[in-house]
């Protein structure tokens, strides 16, 4: 999923996703997200074994600025890569994650972009542009 990516304003102590990578049943879970969470931007990568790990991003996007932004999931392992490859503009990788622990691999059915508070005191504004999404499999 790739996007051009603007956070006007943030406010609060909450949680939100920004963009996910979303598995319907029998998960009714994100598999891979771009998550505001404790003050940071993060990604967040469901792991075969049901827990999540979440890793902040290098680059911390800066209100007002627009940033491309590609979450990309790469299941074609039996350990699983997640990046965000481009949360500046000269695509330079930030942040990777692989999913080292062994259970069930699901592959995202569906994608998400907008705010999505999961703790109730986050407001945010933003802005998405040139919003894609494809399959490489």
């Known amino acids: 999923m790739r996007s051009s990516l603007r956070v006007v304003s943030r406010s609060g102590g909450g949680a939100l996703y920004l963009q996910r990578l979303y598995r319907a049943g029998p998960l009714y879970s994100s598999i891979l997200a771009l998550h505001h969470f404790n003050g940071m931007y ?3 990568l469901r792991q075969q074994n049901g827990s999540h790990q979440a890793m902040p991003l290098t680059t911390q996007l800066v209100l007002g600025t627009w940033y491309d932004v590609e979450l990309v999931y790469d299941w074609s392992d039996p350990q699983p890569v ?15 994650l692989t999913d080292t622990t062994t259970g069930t691999l699901y592959s995202p059915d569906s994608a998400y972009v907008g705010l999505f508070e999961d703790g109730w005191s986050e407001q945010a504004e933003a802005d998405w542009d040139n919003v894609s ?3 490489a499999r």
């Open 42 to 44: 993060m990604l967040d």
């Open 82 to 96: 997640a990046s965000d490859p481009q949360p500046v503009a000269n695509g330079v990788l930030d942040t990777t």
């Open 133 to 135: 999404i494809a399959n």
